[in-house]
């Protein structure tokens, strides 16, 4: 494995996986070392966007995720932290090689560690970027992913040669990289003696930097090994996320797993993709939680190893791969995404309530030969589409009861030539315009600026089915907001709506290329309703009372 520089990044993020279940979403699994794709207090006393004062835009008292705390992006270490933080919450991309030898083949490996935080002078600097994004008001954590070349020339699952994958003791190597990031970025200062740090590393603490820390992605992949096997079977994975959490609740030592640097910091399990025996998406999700499930119950006394429960779901159309003019993607509405994740809601409800549930990607393409792309429809070009559907998802993962919703990804993987391949274009800003944002930026940061302090409150009928409209409060102040659109994809628009939303003053907020918060127009209730046109572009109507 060669030594990575800074400008690999950008190149490796177009090396996405190409094969799938019909209606898994498809990501890339780690390769050789490069970033994959398929996958404390706020330092400078910075306000929060939903002023909670929680570092991750919070839970409301009520127990729901405000707008500010769901809304989030995937990243790398080099994206800028004002482009990233201007849509909320971060999931990094973070190879475990990065953090152990990186390509070194004279590195010792565990349990002689040497691990780095920072790299390539300074280039990458994770102590900066964790607190960076901390003192903007949003939140960060490293999905860390992969195997490394020391160990089993790296094989995944990430076990020595000839160890049984099924035995959390076999992980030592992997939960010692999650005590030791947890060390260095949790809220509690470990022992200068346990730290394995390399000798060009400052000698660090108890940083209060991170909350999260995941522990793979996309470990059910199928397109990985031969006749379509899974990376991890649902009991390989549970043995090293129960490694990977409590150091198999202590049984493999205190010096290895999250929990033991830091009981407070929360193990996010590998976000699941959703592959298996070509069955729909939700089965099998749900069933690969049931085998992680029933493990817990054989070997851990039924404590379940991970404190979020992580599903990853994209809206594919038809197509295959390789079809020279591929169908677009599907609309939420049109996929029914509010359903499918509704299923997995109903699931952690009743197995594991308590446990936090994020979806930590999704989205689509601008490109016109992608199987994953938004299609422009009407006037609205693709970037719009994408914007719109951006938009409609996110909303749509509140209401499924989720708590986070991860968008993939911050900037195009594509810089240049052919550009159809899933993902090449899903991000919401462009690599060969050096990080000019797309119209779905400008969409996001409006939505989380304006809706940022508001919690779910529910669907309001309406009269028209090309109209749907959601509820948001915030629950200290009971301002509100309606968010109404045409949940259609036909470029359709219902003139002279009619919502009714029983206040006194209400400002209608167009979402606009070009506007980080929108557009205002100012409304004037008669009868406690008001009078809009319905686009499928959301219209978010703020309101200064909302039941």
């Known amino acids: ?217 996309e470990q059910d992949a199928t397109w990985v090994l031969p006749n379509n096997a899974q990376l991890f079977t649902a009991d390989v994975f549970a043995a090293m996320a129960s490694a990977d959490y409590d150091g198999d609740q202590g049984r493999m030592g205190k010096t290895v797993g999250v929990k033991n640097a830091d009981p407070s910091l929360k193990l996010v399990m590998g976000g699941l993709a959703g592959a298996g025996p070509a069955k729909p998406w939700v089965d099998n999700i749900t069933q690969y939680l049931d085998g992680m499930k029933a493990w817990s119950a054989a070997h851990r006394g039924g404590s379940f190893p991970a404190d979020v429960i992580n599903v990853h779901y994209y809206s594919f159309g038809n197509s295959q791969l390789g079809d020279p003019m591929p169908v677009p993607a599907l609309s939420p509405e049109a996929d029914d995404v509010k359903t499918k994740l509704s299923a997995v809601t109903q699931w952690r409800d009743k197995n594991e309530p308590g446990k936090e549930l994020w979806l930590t990607e999704f989205g689509y393409d601008t490109d016109s030969l992608s199987r994953l792309r938004a299609p422009p429809i009407g006037t609205n070009s693709a970037f719009i589409v994408q914007g719109q559907w951006i938009v409609r998802y996110y909303l749509a993962v509140m209401a499924a009861g989720f708590d986070k919703a991860f968008l993939f990804l911050l900037r195009d993987g594509c810089e240049g030539g052919d550009c159809h391949v899933q993902f090449d274009t899903c991000g919401l800003t462009t690599v060969k315009g050096k990080w000019v944002p797309k119209p779905a930026y400008f969409f996001v940061a409006t939505m989380r600026a304006r809706l940022a302090s508001l919690a779910w409150l529910g669907e309001q009928p309406s009269n028209d089915p090309n109209v749907m409209i959601y509820k ?76």
Request: hydrophobic content about 35%; proline content about 7%.
């Open 472 to 547: 948001l409060r915030d629950p200290k102040t009971q301002k509100g907001a309606y968010v109404v659109w045409s949940p259609t994809s036909k470029a359709n628009v219902v003139k002279g709506y009619k919502l009714n939303v029983g206040a006194t003053a209400a400002t209608e907020v167009a979402l606009v290329d070009q506007q980080l918060e929108g557009i205002e127009t100012p409304l004037s209730p008669n009868i406690g309703a008001v009078t809009i046109d319905v686009t499928e572009t959301p219209s978010i109507i703020l309101v200064d009372n909302i039941q």
């Open 1 to 217: 494995m060669r030594h990575r520089s800074p400008s690999v990044i950008s190149a490796l993020i177009a090396t996405l996986a190409l094969a799938c279940s019909d209606d898994a979403t498809v990501t890339n699994v780690p390769n050789d070392g490069g970033p994959n794709a398929d996958s404390a207090s706020n330092p400078d006393g910075a306000s929060n966007p939903d002023g909670s004062g929680n570092p991750d835009g919070g839970i409301t008292p009520l127990g729901t995720p405000t707008m500010g705390g769901l809304i989030g992006v995937n990243g790398f270490i080099d994206d800028p932290i004002d482009k990233l933080a201007t849509i909320g919450n971060v999931r990094e991309y973070h190879d475990w090689s990065w953090i152990e030898g990186n390509g070194n083949n004279a590195y010792p490996g565990y349990p002689n560690n040497q691990d780095s935080y920072n790299m390539f002078n300074g280039f990458w600097d994770w102590d900066k970027f964790y607190e960076g994004m901390n003192a903007k008001g949003s939140m960060a954590f490293p999905a860390i992913q992969g195997g490394v070349n020391w160990l089993n020339k790296g094989a995944l699952p990430p076990v020595a040669a000839n160890a049984d994958p099924k035995l959390p003791g076999s992980y030592g190597a992997h939960a010692d990289v999650m005590f030791q990031t947890a060390a260095r970025y949790g809220g509690v200062k470990v022992a200068d003696n346990l730290l394995k740090l390399a000798g060009d590393q400052t000698r660090k603490s108890g940083l209060g930097a991170l909350h999260y820390i995941e522990d793979f992605n």
